[in-house]
């Protein structure tokens, strides 16, 4: 177990749907990540949250919507999404220190999400 | 903007083999390096982090070596088992910036 968790593990959503996927990391981080990994492709950064405070946005489409309300849960809200977002979202904690930078990411099992 | 290559991007070897996992990145200027692992349809489990003031780090029968001025990085893995097949990433973090991952490498290790 590697303290930080996902649900749903899977999900299927028409592209008309509206869903989230929740992260909930339980290791006193305050660093928070959204990833992407599609076939074949490296993952790739969606948003970073700092200390609750949206710090990067990759020019995600606005078709996903992050949240995090606290510094232990981050949300990915999805709308309207298309066949091509079907792909594997991970999620990702890490304590960020102003000092030293960012130390070891710990990331989550992950949510496959197949739209149709 | 940094870019990460990994090398092969497939391998397959007996068991008992060791074996090398290799990793370049084209701007030298990190912060630190990180290894993971990932197992099919699942999350990436951490295995070494390297400080950019580093050479090396071992875990068991891992060790990861970091040589930033040729802007590589190599994870060696001594005596492999087939619970050792997975894909293996590295990813590289600059200053002020996000972790940049390669595409991985796959690995096999037959019985």
């Known amino acids: 177990e590697t303290g930080v968790t996902q649900t749903p593990r899977h999900l299927v959503m028409g592209m008309t749907n509206k869903k989230s996927l929740k992260c909930e990391q339980h290791?006193?981080?305050?660093?928070m990540y959204w990833y992407k990994q599609s076939a074949k492709k490296p993952l790739e950064l969606m948003f970073v949250y700092s200390l609750e405070e949206r710090v990067e946005n990759n020019s995600v489409p606005s078709r996903f919507s992050p949240e995090c309300p606290n510094s232990s849960h981050l949300f990915l809200h999805l709308h309207t999404l298309q066949p091509e977002d079907s792909a594997l979202y991970l999620c990702?904690?890490?304590?960020?220190?102003?000092?030293?930078?960012?130390?070891?990411?710990?990331f989550g099992p992950g949510t496959r999400l197949t739209v149709t | 903007k940094q870019e990460v290559t990994q090398i092969p991007a497939a391998l397959s070897v007996p068991e008992g083999e060791n074996l090398v996992l290799n990793c370049s990145f084209t701007?030298?200027?990190?912060?630190?390096l990180q290894w993971f692992r990932q197992d099919p349809g699942k999350g990436l489990t951490s295995l070494l982090l390297?400080?950019?003031?580093?050479r090396e780090q071992t875990s068991g029968r891992l060790n990861a070596s970091l040589d930033k001025s040729s802007g590589r990085s190599t994870l060696y893995i001594a005596a492999s088992q087939p619970g050792d097949s997975a894909t293996y990433l590295c990813a590289v973090k600059g200053y002020g910036q996000n972790f940049v991952f390669g595409p991985g490498t796959r690995l096999s290790v037959l019985p």
């Open positions: 990702a904690s890490s304590q960020l220190w102003e000092d030293r930078g960012v130390h070891e990411q710990y």
């Open positions: 701007d030298s200027a990190i912060y630190n």
């Open positions: 290791l006193g981080h305050n660093a």
């Open positions: 390297i400080q950019s003031s580093q």
